[in-house]
T-cell receptor
Framework: SQTIHQWPATLVQPVGSPLSLECTVE??????LYWYRQAAGRGLQLLFY??????ISSEVPQNLSASRPQDRQFILSSKKLLLSDSGFYLC????????????FGPGTRLTVL | DQQVKQNSPSLSVQEGRISILNCDYT??????FLWYKKYPAEGPTFLIS?????DKNEDGRFTVFLNKSAKHLSLHIVPSQPGDSAVYFC??????????FGAGTQVVVTP
């Protein structure tokens, strides 16, 4: 099975500061990679989806961007954080193919003050 | 556009009894569904799945039922245990390896 690493586990950032969250995957190659956000009391919202290096699909318009510089590395970034960017960010991975379940990382709790 | 809905935000059940979690979807083209379990400050973990060619899938204490005509699925946990206290998400495959998740149901198993 796949192992997803995310860091940091928690992060407190001021409004207007930049953001970089990293996700790396072990135990698979050429995975589909995902960034989700879980806002307080809400479900998981898909933010970005990637099927390969340099291939990023944005699911919702927002203040964030994603990059995939290596096969098993996925980075979530922002140039200037907003208060509304606070939430629990989850990276997920699935083996290529549509019907495979996703494996999730431990998540990053981001608080923007 | 939220096409997967879990209308019960919380559920309290006594240890040893059955937990029934419900999930509704709006798109009859959805053909694969998953249930995940999530503890606080952790990522969700996969529990069980079901394809639209089936109406039931069972794995130990967990059974998922699918009613395609009603666009409804449910997760049964029998018997419920204290370690089952968590948030449960249902998810539907929406194409291209992507899933849409419901808002989740918080299950609390009481002694």
């Amino acid at each position: 099975s796949q192992t997803i690493h995310q860091w940091p586990a928690t992060l407190v950032q001021p409004v207007g500061s930049p953001l970089s969250l990293e996700c790396t995957v072990e135990g698979t190659s050429n995975p589909n990679l995902y960034w989700y956000r879980q806002a307080a009391g809400r479900g998981l919202q898909l933010l970005f989806y990637s099927v390969g290096i340099g291939q990023i699909s944005s699911e919702v318009p927002q203040n964030l961007s994603a990059s995939r510089p290596q096969d098993r590395q996925f980075i979530l970034s922002s140039k200037k954080l907003l208060l509304s960017d606070s939430g629990f960010y989850l990276c997920a991975s699935s083996q290529g193919g549509s019907y495979n379940e996703q494996f999730f990382g431990p998540g990053t709790r981001l608080t923007v003050l | 556009d939220q096409q997967v809905k879990q209308n019960s935000p919380s559920l309290s059940v006594q240890e040893g009894r059955i937990s029934i979690l419900n999930c509704d979807y709006t798109n009859s083209m959805f053909d694969y569904f998953l249930w995940y379990k999530k503890y606080p400050a952790e990522g969700p973990t996969f529990l069980i799945s079901i394809s639209s060619i089936k109406d039931k899938n069972e794995d130990g204490r967990f059974t998922v039922f699918l009613n395609k005509s009603a666009k409804h699925l449910s997760l049964h946990i029998v018997p419920s245990q204290p370690g089952d206290s968590a948030v449960y998400f249902c998810a539907a495959h929406v194409g291209w390896g992507k899933f849409q998740f419901g808002a989740g149901t918080q299950v609390v198993v009481t002694p």
